[in-house]
């Protein structure tokens, strides 16, 4: 048994080199044509190998692009909140990255520091938006459910003096979201 074990032990020690977590140098990159290795031979010795008649080049990747965004956009990217308005007797918090995801929160009754809550409180959801000129389009994509929670608005206006965002509320009235932390 103990000489099966330091067998195992012999095989497993160069695989937790491969384990580590860390940063890891990228491939170095080959800056002329990679020739294939020759192919082993079951040719009598002294008997000429076979050449290998493809040759295979290196190839670079082309670069990553990024998201262009409209004149004015930049703005938009960031947490956004909302005050309790109308019906909606909640703050609602809205961050919008620049990829085109966001996620949001509805904090309908959050559970307080050091208490033991059933539900967290936060009514969380993830999605899409697209900006179609003074509208900000919303898609939710996931979700969680609580009680006392409002509809989340499917679109949200964008002040073009200021570059605000507002949902419309109750009546028609707008319901105006702010930088987070203002």
Request: net charge neutral; aromatic share 4%; with cysteine.
């Amino acid at each position: 048994m103990r000489t099966f074990i330091l067998r195992l032990a012999a095989l497993l020690a160069p695989l937790a080199a491969c384990t580590v977590n860390g940063p890891r140098e990228p491939a170095p990159e080959p800056s002329s044509p990679v020739e294939p290795p020759a192919p082993l031979s079951t040719a009598a010795p002294g008997a000429p190998a076979p050449q290998a008649s493809a040759t295979v080049t290196a190839t670079t990747q082309a670069p990553a692009t990024t998201a262009r965004t409209a004149p004015g956009e930049e703005a938009l990217f960031g947490t956004w909140s909302s005050a309790a308005c109308g019906p909606r007797k909640y703050e609602r918090r809205l961050s919008l990255a620049k990829d085109g995801s966001f996620v949001a929160e509805d904090r309908v009754s959050p559970c307080p520091p050091g208490a033991v809550c059933v539900w967290s409180g936060i009514v969380h959801r993830k999605g899409a938006f697209k900006r179609a000129d003074r509208t900000l389009l919303l898609s939710v994509s996931e979700g969680s459910q609580g009680p006392g929670a409002h509809p989340f608005p499917t679109t949200l206006t964008i002040d073009p003096s200021t570059g605000a965002l507002a949902e419309t509320g109750e009546g028609g009235a707008p319901c105006p979201y702010a930088p987070a932390g203002q």
